[in-house]
């Protein structure tokens, strides 16, 4: 069992910059593959960035060259640095682990980009 908890978000004008982080609970952290995912009212939620267990990311198109994501194993945290922001990427971002058959999800945090 994992339990994930985001933090970070906030308003922010458009070119601003975030660091949402996503605290994690529970046993062999190192071994999931973690994700943030977004999602932005009447749409569906989408996948913004992944990293596996082994260290490798990955983006979506919208966001690479922007965002970067990163983890700290020992303190079981996964880290989504957004950068150079845009009214588009307003949306509730998700925390998200994964092995094997087993997906869980954080509550999410609020990401707002306005002037």
């Known amino acids: 069992q994992v339990q994930l908890v985001e933090s970070g978000g906030g308003l922010v004008q458009p070119g601003g910059s975030l660091k949402l982080s996503c605290a994690a609970s529970g046993s062999f952290f190192s071994i999931y593959a973690m994700s943030w995912y977004r999602q932005a009212p009447g749409k569906q939620r989408e996948l913004v960035a992944s990293?596996?267990?082994?260290?490798?990311?990955s983006f979506a198109d919208s966001v690479k060259g922007r965002f970067t994501i990163s983890r700290d194993n020992a303190k079981k945290m996964v880290y989504l640095q957004v950068n150079s922001l845009k009214p588009e990427d307003t949306a509730v971002y998700y925390c998200?682990?994964?092995?094997?058959?087993?997906?869980?999800w954080g509550q999410g945090t609020q990401v707002t980009v306005s002037s």
């Open positions: 998200k682990a994964t092995r094997g058959g087993y997906t869980y």
């Open positions: 990293l596996t267990s082994a260290g490798t990311p």
